[in-house]
């Protein structure tokens, strides 16, 4: 029906909105991450190259006979100034250029080393189709002039040769470095650029790993996170959905407690009105009708157990704690029923002297309905006779558990998922109120009841109960 609304799926929403947000952190975060390793690696090695590339730049100053002339070796690489414009002799001026060219074209793992006048005109390049050219438009080259810093940065092999300046005399095959480094004059300007594309391996091999590490800690950590939301939403979900089912069962019980005692109230004085009535008819009755009157009398007698169980349902039951031995309830809880054990004739497998002596926390009058409850069940699951064993287990983390185990009729798999449900019974002519106050008492008290069965195989009813502190 289009008018009703679906109930809201909290765990369904909460895996979608939080896969979706743990998912987007760990992909923001590896993100940022690698670009912050990817950079700082980067910027590694251009200061290095630079550091190295000003170092040779100095130490072939130092060794050029250039006399007391002030120059910096950044001023004299341009071609297109002669010995007699620097006042130097054409010969140091050659063999300091061509040293200082050699050390940069002798440098490992070089794709392509250039060096750029101020203007763009390519003073030097390990690329001799490059030299004497003037190539323009190239911003990196701005940019040194303009910062006079070092810029640095990363490419992948798809974009070589994508600049006029890159014609490498091999391509890289993976990723490359570009490096701008600048050379200065006396003044603290840019006179010339020194422009080197690399190809470190094992700096790449570094960041390859880096990334992978990386990505695989994003991924791993972004997992653990969602798994863990996902577990804590999953018993939040699990315990909402107790709560729920509690709620509605007490509401339930409430409700099936205020009419079960109006009712139970309601037919107490009528159902004893009618059994005296009818003893008293017996007294004077002929033969023929004595057997009606009796009849009365018996099913009036049901209807009275039911009344009393109705009213036992709608009671609260009480919180008041006492510590009860467990042996001598069993004791006389058998006791009560030797009778009906006599007449069905059952054999009973119980050894007082074996069960430990152990207090539990409950109520005395409760304990022996709880109990009463459950021997009755199995009595009358065995009508024409069998075993009713009953035996108490040693005590465990403070929990001892009673089993009563019976060979009668056993019950099905959905009987036994419906068993602790209010005014549900397997017992022709029972109310279906016992396993559910079994079930009540039991929880108030700290325990539980567990039960098992199997058609025709018999039930096992475990009681556990929580042992009283010795003082």
């Known amino acids: 029906m289009d008018g009703i609304r679906k109930p809201f799926n909290l765990r369904k929403w909460f895996s979608i909105v939080s896969l979706a947000v743990t998912g987007g952190a760990a992909i923001v975060s590896g993100a940022i991450l690698s670009n912050f390793f990817v950079t700082e690696a980067i910027k590694r090695d251009a200061m290095l190259t630079r550091q190295f590339i000003q170092s040779i730049a100095e130490i072939e100053l130092r060794h050029a006979r250039f006399g007391l002339v002030d120059v910096t070796f950044g001023a004299i690489l341009d071609e297109r100034l002669s010995a007699q414009d620097l006042g130097l002799e054409p010969e140091n001026l050659a063999r300091a250029r061509q040293e200082f060219f050699d050390h940069l074209r002798q440098m490992p793992e ?256 409760l304990l022996e309905q709880v109990l009463n409850s459950v021997l009755s069940n199995a009595i009358e699951a065995m009508p024409r006779g069998g075993r009713l064993g009953v035996s108490v287990a040693p005590p465990e983390h403070d929990r001892v558990t009673i089993e009563i185990v019976d060979t009668g009729c056993g019950m099905s798999a959905k009987q036994i998922e419906k068993v602790f449900k209010p005014f549900y019974t397997t017992k022709r002519g029972g109310l279906g109120v016992g396993l559910v106050l079994v079930k009540r008492i039991m929880e108030r008290f700290g325990g539980n009841v567990v039960l098992d069965s199997k058609e025709q195989a018999g039930t096992t009813v475990r009681l556990t109960f929580k042992v009283a502190e010795q003082e």
């Open 110 to 365: 070089a794709l392509l080393a250039t060096v750029f006048a101020t203007d763009g005109y390519v003073i030097w390049s390990t690329n001799p189709l490059m030299i004497g050219k003037t190539l323009p438009d190239n911003d990196e080259l701005e940019e040194v002039i303009e910062r006079r810093e070092a810029v640095a940065g990363g490419h992948l092999k798809g974009t070589a040769g994508s600049k006029v300046e890159q014609q490498f005399m091999r391509y890289p095959e993976d990723i490359y470095i570009e490096n701008y480094v600048p050379l200065f004059d006396r003044d603290g300007s840019v006179a010339s650029v020194v422009e080197i594309y690399k190809e470190p391996r094992e700096l790449i091999y570094s960041l390859k790993r880096g990334y992978l590490l990386i990505w695989l800690a994003a991924f791993l950590s972004g997992a653990a996170v969602y798994l863990c939301l996902r577990w804590i939403i999953i018993r939040a979900a699990r315990q909402i959905d107790t709560q729920q089912r509690e709620l509605v069962e007490n509401k339930t019980l409430v409700a099936l407690g205020e009419m079960s005692s109006a009712v139970a109230h309601g037919l107490r004085n009528p159902l004893a009105s009618i059994r005296s009535s009818a003893e008293v008819a017996l007294e004077v009755a002929d033969p023929s009708t004595a057997k009606n009157l009796t009849d009365i009398v018996t099913q009036v007698d049901r209807l009275s157990k039911w009344v009393r169980e109705l009213l036992q349902f709608s009671k609260p039951i009480s919180d008041e704690r006492e510590a009860v031995k467990i042996d001598s309830a069993l004791n006389n809880a058998l006791s009560t029923y030797e009778v009906q054990i006599h007449r069905a004739g059952i054999e009973v497998d119980w050894t007082p002297e074996a069960a430990p002596a152990v207090e539990v926390h409950a109520n005395g009058a």
